[in-house]
């Protein structure tokens, strides 16, 4: 029987100004406007009665919030057991959509707007691609990528076993996975799988981003393929995700300072990281016909479980013992952050350690709670998120783990930061359980919910940022692999399995962020929408205009401004604020009444293929009472400066 798959492609894009970036977790990393937008790319599969909706979104993190409220909404075939929406980790996109109070820190409280951008787009894209759905070949390829990541947690990496460090010589996991969706003869969409952090942009950084992969997608699908985002056709051309597996411990940063390698320009950085996942990917594409044509249909298992009370049994936590994970407590040098990819703004701890906790946690604590010593030791405890949830919920405990099957492709879909070797031993688990090779094993990782990351025993021992970030203590990679085992056994056996409660809704207890942006006004002697200032010096254009808040309209799904150029009696689009080489930064200036006085800067890198002609740029906006838009002065380029 014939797989059945459709591809669908939508706007995710929230609020632009005035809202905190998620990612570094930095109180003053404000966004102040928008270098490319976000988008949701979905991919729809059926064999026979049985549905997979997998969504790779240009978000930071997917929380549980986003997940329910997308699942509820979807046609009633589509459950959180065969709904996949996963994360590419961009650290530059918008906060506030989460239900736990601690990921909305520099937001001001819950972003409805920003939600519902996320959650509309997520669901615009999944519909589309559940309308689209028709015959098709699924092609699976693999291949390596070894530029483009490096092992940011190098000490802990170097205390696994030798046999689990063999298959990455250089510390990093080279794997890129490439699965295509043909139809035809032809390739309408693409899913590429390969673990590096979206941390090419730093936390300097106050403009809206999708980072390296949200531009290896733009590269494919707009600058190679031609898509046109606001296109009105049915068809979307060709739709390309580039999805995360085990990225816990890989950074982009290659020279191991934020912002730095192979250049010292961020903006570089994330095009040239973005471009080398493309062309690896593109490789694999072009020699489709020798890969591996996926058949089998589909199957998907998944519980809920309590992270907070695992007991794990001896036949994965490797000394012959069984153990217990804990409740979640974050250590103190997670409070610090990864300084290859930029530490966050906590002032109270240190990289490394931090003696006056260090002290509390090993001569009280772990003296006091046996239990507490042999799940979360030698971890520096830094406050118990299940104490804290009683009074705000701070973080989640009972999360989703997942196994999807698609042919003969596993999906292990967790809700983590999973570490290269982690990811390892969970892909050969899952292969030992069904009967495959690990190669047939991809973990995905930031997936329908957010728990943090995912470490080896070894690699938690070290405490570095990323074990200290393990929240649930030294077993939780173990009992991951007990529940991953389960699951896959129960595919194997074609027996279902409860998935037991899910962690509670917290939509009625979010806080939401009450502040406005203010009635809009124009400057002294400009009117909104004027132009203020124009320059051309032959490679970027610039203009500035009396603006309005962007969160009076988001423009989800269509543009801030244009490019456009003169054609005959018209003028054609032919750059928007989707667009690599344009940027928007958005400017409030001081107002004593309560009122929204804005500058609008918009800049336009012209590309080197730029045909020669006159060109301007329309601006538009909407004061919340009434739409508008604002013109710049014409200017030409010519032969020599295209």
Known sequence: ???????????????????????YGMPDQQAEGLHTRLRARAFAFAHGGRRLLLVVCDLPLVFS???????????????????????????????????????????????????????????????????????????????????????????????NPDGDKAPFPDAIDPATTLLTLERDGEPIGVVNFFAVHGTSMTNRNRLISADNKGYAAYHWEREVSGIDYLGESDDPGLVAAFAQTNAGDMSPNLNLRPGSGPTEDEFEN??????????????????????????????????????????????????????????????????????????TGWRFVGSERNPVLDVVSQQAIYRVSRRLRDSQYPKTLAGPISLLNRVVPLGQEVLPIQLVRLGSLFLLC?????????????????????????????????????????????????????????????????????TASMLATAMREGR?????????????????????????EPHSHHDIGQQLSFAWDGRVATAEFVGVHPGNDPRRGG????????????????????????????????????????TVRIQWHVPDNTRPGRYRFVYRGNTGLARFQGKSQEFDVSDEES
């Open 1 to 23: 029987m014939t797989f059945l798959a459709g591809r669908g492609i939508a706007d995710i894009t929230g609020e632009i100004a005035e809202i905190g970036l998620l990612g």
């Open 65 to 159: 919030s986003v997940t329910r409220a997308v699942v509820d909404r979807l046609p009633p075939a589509y459950t959180e057991a065969n709904v996949v929406i996963t994360a590419t980790h961009t650290h530059c996109g918008p906060g506030g959509y989460s239900h736990h109070a601690v990921y909305n820190s520099n937001t001001g409280g819950f972003r409805p707007q920003t939600f519902r951008a996320i959650v509309d787009g997520i669901l615009e894209a999944a519909r589309r691609a559940i309308a689209d759905l028709e015959p098709s070949t699924l092609r699976l390829n693999r291949g390596e990528l070894r530029d483009a990541s490096v092992n940011r947690a190098r000490r802990a990496f170097d205390r």
């Open 559 to 598: 543009t801030y401004f244009e490019v456009q150029k003169r054609e005959g009696l018209y003028w054609r689009r032919v750059a928007d604020d989707a667009d690599w080489s344009t940027r928007m930064y958005w400017t409030r200036l001081p107002s004593a009444r309560g009122t929204t006085q804005s």
């Open 496 to 520: 279902r399995v409860d998935p037991g409660p899910a962690a509670p809704d917290l939509s009625a207890r979010r806080r939401h962020h009450r502040a406005h942006p203010g009635t809009d």
């Open 414 to 482: 967790l809700p983590f930061e999973v570490t290269i070797v982690a990811g390892l031993r969970l892909r050969r688990t899952v292969a030992d359980a069904v009967g495959t090779d690990p190669d047939h094993v991809l973990v995905v990782g930031y997936a329908n919910a957010y728990g943090h990351y995912l470490t080896t025993p070894e690699e938690y021992d070290a405490q570095m940022y990323e074990g200290a970030s393990t929240l649930f203590g030294r077993w939780q990679l173990p009992a991951i692999q007990q």
């Open 270 to 343: 994330t095009r040239i990281i973005g471009t080398r996942q493309y062309e690896a990917a593109a490789r694999l594409l072009q020699a489709r016909e020798e890969a591996e044509v996926l058949d089998g249909g589909l199957d998907c298992r998944l519980v809920h479980l309590d992270l907070a009370a695992v007991r794990v049994g001896p036949a994965f936590t490797g000394d012959g013992r069984p153990h217990h994970t804990s409740h979640a407590v974050p250590g103190a040098t997670a409070f610090a952050g990864a300084l290859s990819d930029g530490p």
